[in-house]
């Protein structure tokens, strides 16, 4: 068989550790086995991983990998049952009947893609051919200005996030207003950006209707033209 391979991995409890990996390990890629993914490509995602170890061999035989992309409802079409990613100029499919597994879950139960909605972040985990899927509704975000802001991470209301490494959309900086979303691990993801005021208003300075009572009424606009 194939020599050992180790990876290090971020545990749970947020220590640093390292596996021994089998070399003929089984890889099991967002629901399905995929036979052309190495354990090299597993060591560079950020992704959610599982390791079994059959045998007792104290080398994991199997690794099943959850590897998310992520989507800002900007919209979504209950018609056509597509999901549009304005930030990352993305689209998703969450037509079940295009799938041969589709899941959706929401705080960790089963849901369904009625209660998709805009301004939430979808986690989807989707097989190398496309045909199983499964998408988690996260709904957490942070509204505020960016104060500090480095590669990594960014201050918003005198809290440090971490960025993602999914990040995609307006760039982030310092002095960057808007509401700022997360990914599965709380890192931010997406950013939707405040949008400087376009719309145009005056200040109603009189009305008044026709002395004879007839249903016409005139007013006085101060624009900021003047």
């Not at 991470?153 to 960025?163: A, L, M």
Request: aromatic share 10%; glycine share 8%.
């Amino acid at each position: 068989s194939a020599s050992n391979t180790s990876i290090t991995y971020d545990a749970n409890t947020g220590s640093r550790k390292t596996a021994q990996i089998s070399g003929d390990a089984e890889i099991i890629y967002n629901g399905r086995r995929s036979d052309s993914m190495t354990i090299e490509a597993v060591q560079s995602l950020t992704s959610e991983i599982t390791l079994i170890d059959n045998d007792n061999s104290n080398a994991y035989d199997v690794v099943v990998i959850k590897d998310y992309s992520y989507y800002l409802v900007g919209s979504f079409s209950s018609d056509a049952l597509t999901v549009n990613d304005y930030e990352s100029q993305q689209t998703l499919d969450v037509d079940e009947n295009h799938y041969d597994v589709f899941n959706i879950y929401k705080d960790g139960a089963a849901d369904s893609v009625s209660d998709i909605a805009a301004g939430q972040v979808l986690a989807a985990a989707i097989s190398e051919d496309g045909r199983i899927i499964s998408i988690d509704i996260l709904t957490g975000s942070v509204s505020g200005e960016i104060t500090s802001y480095s590669s990594g991470s960014v201050v918003i209301g005198g809290t440090e996030y971490s960025i993602s490494p999914a990040y995609a959309g307006a760039q982030l900086k310092n002095g960057r207003s808007g509401t700022f979303y997360f990914d599965k691990l709380g890192k931010v993801v997406r950013c939707e950006a405040l949008k400087a005021q376009t719309s145009k208003y005056g200040y109603l300075i009189s009305y008044y209707s026709n002395a004879d009572g007839s249903s016409d009424f005139e007013a006085k606009i101060l624009t900021a033209e003047g």
